[in-house]
């Protein structure tokens, strides 16, 4: 991987020479888009010999040190690989990769544009916010409807649902090992969902950044879901309870928290005592563990005087009010 991203068009164009050197391609248009808070993306067309044009989506990492969420390519592209035409729930079509970083500095996939709103614009409107919940609860459940055969051989499989929830707990509360300041409202957090287990359910697949932003809906056909870098086999409820309490409007599960897991138990077949507010409070702090380790380390490396992006100052905030959001569910759960 080279010290220097070159995510641009003169770098698509030796890439597409090497992968596709038969069909003459030239990169007719090439802009960055937004990649969320970790990757870094942008939009190519190529126009080929034939006549024909394509359009890709190119999804790399930042340079090293910059992100705030680390992932990684190689298990994405074999994740995507494998769930292409095979699952319930439609994802994109993985096209080549840049496995090296050879062209573009890092590692890049090359995946196909699809034409498609994203859910989160859609549920901005005050008409529309019922069906957007609808099309957000359907596609969430056809997530966790994948049978995980299907998924990479080498994607990691709990062995039981009571180990892999000990573990959850047993890593929240070792969250502030790597930064100098212990953070006693996650050890009390820890204790409490110990001590307040909820009812099992079946491991499923999880999406990891379940949100309606990550959802595009077509004119026509099944919504698509993108940015699947954190997917894992885990309790479906962490997608539920990470999402509960996402800020970013409109939040489709707040505005209709009993609708919304009314129609996902329905979907799933899942009881009222699997599935339930209180549920969605527990793995609220269970669903946010991975990701909260990673913020709390972005914004120790800030405090140090080593910046990771803009993100990691905007983060700054967000992880101080998922603390907050910590202790107050905790003491709700301990009653």
């Known amino acids: 991987m080279s010290d220097s991203i070159h995510l641009d068009g003169p770098s698509l164009q030796k890439f597409i020479d090497r992968v596709e050197p038969d069909r003459g391609g030239e990169v007719a248009a090439f802009r960055p888009i937004s990649g969320g808070y970790s990757r870094l993306s942008a939009l190519g067309t190529i126009r080929w010999r034939d006549g024909a044009e394509e359009t890709f989506v190119l999804r790399s990492d930042p340079p090293p040190d910059t992100g705030v969420f680390d992932s990684d ?18 994802t994109v079509l993985p ?57 990479p051989a080498a994607m990691e499989r709990p062995t039981d649902w009571a180990s892999y929830i000990d573990d959850l707990v047993e890593h929240l509360r070792t969250l502030d090992a790597a930064v100098p300041d212990s953070n006693p409202a996650l050890h009390y957090a820890a204790a409490k969902l110990k001590a307040n287990r909820q009812v099992e359910v079946p491991l499923t697949l999880v999406h990891g950044d379940c949100q309606p932003a990550n959802v595009l809906v077509p004119e026509s056909g099944a919504p698509l879901v993108i940015d699947w870098e954190f997917a894992r086999v885990g309790d479906p409820r962490e997608d539920l309870g990470y999402y509960s309490r996402l800020p ?17 138990r329905e979907r799933t077949g899942l009881s009222e005592e699997q599935v339930n ?10 669903g946010m563990a991975r990701l909260l380790g990673q913020m709390l380390h972005s ?10 992006g803009v993100m990691a100052t905007y983060l700054l905030n967000g992880t101080s009010a998922t603390m907050r959001r910590f202790f107050d569910i905790t003491r709700r759960i301990a009653g």
Not at 103 to 110: Q, R
Not at 277 to 286: A, D, G, I, K, R
Not at 299 to 308: C, I
Request: a negative charge; charged letters at 25%; glycine letters at 6%.
């Open 95 to 151: 096209r080549w990769y840049d496995e090296t970083g050879e062209f573009f500095g890092s590692k890049c996939i090359v995946v196909d544009f699809f034409q498609g709103r994203p859910l989160a614009e859609l549920g901005k409107s005050p008409d529309e916010i019922d069906r957007a919940r609808v099309i957000f609860v359907d596609t969430v459940a056809t997530i966790h409807a994948t049978a995980l055969d299907v998924l």
């Open 299 to 308: 914004a120790e490396s800030l405090a140090q005087g080593h910046p990771r």
């Open 248 to 264: 970013v409007p409109p939040n489709l599960y707040e505005t209709g928290p009993d609708a919304f897991l009314a129609r996902y």
């Open 73 to 90: 390519r190689d298990t994405e592209w074999r994740f995507l690989q494998a769930m292409s035409g095979k699952a319930p729930v439609r």
């Open 277 to 286: 507010p209180q549920t969605v409070e527990y793995f609220f702090l269970l």
